[in-house]
């Protein structure tokens, strides 16, 4: 199962020269707590950081700092790990888990932004798919019953 099947493919994005206070809006309109900054090359977003409204409090409020002072690239996560959309979802799973990140951006072969992957929504996932195959005891032993009357 490839993961670009799965991602969620509406990505809330910043730029690294966005300002705080615009990335904190960005992410009360939409209701996330990340965004994936990206630069624009050759027409393509290409991730090159995430950003987290933990950074914000972390980076920027706790420290007591002026937010007019910083913009979305100095205090943005600049280690980014993506995955490209056809890796298997199994493999994903073991690459955040190895770079110990919940949330990882998936892109097309040309390294271009495609959608996003968050733990929870892989939890979501793996809990349907858990569910369905505990509905296999119960239809076999119906189909058997049915069967040898």
Not at 3 to 30: H, K, W
Not at 66 to 74: A, E, N, P
Not at 125 to 148: M, N
């Amino acid at each position: 199962m490839p993961i670009g099947e799965f991602c969620n493919r509406s990505v809330v994005f910043a730029t690294r020269s966005m300002s705080i206070p615009d990335a904190a809006i960005l992410m009360r309109q939409y209701h996330v707590g990340d965004l994936v900054v990206v630069d624009v090359v050759d027409g393509k977003r290409v991730p090159v950081g995430i950003i987290t409204d933990r950074d914000i409090v972390v980076e920027v409020v706790a420290k007591s700092l002026r937010y007019d002072d910083f913009t979305v690239g100095d205090i943005m996560s600049p280690q980014i790990v993506s995955v490209k959309n056809n890796e298997g979802v199994f493999e994903t799973i073991r690459l955040m888990r190895t770079k110990g990140v919940r949330r990882i951006p998936v892109v097309n072969q040309d390294g271009g932004l495609e959608g996003i992957m968050a733990a929870d929504d892989m939890l979501d996932l793996l809990a349907e798919e858990i569910t369905e195959l505990s509905k296999v005891a119960p239809r076999e032993y119906d189909r058997e019953t049915h069967s040898r009357l």
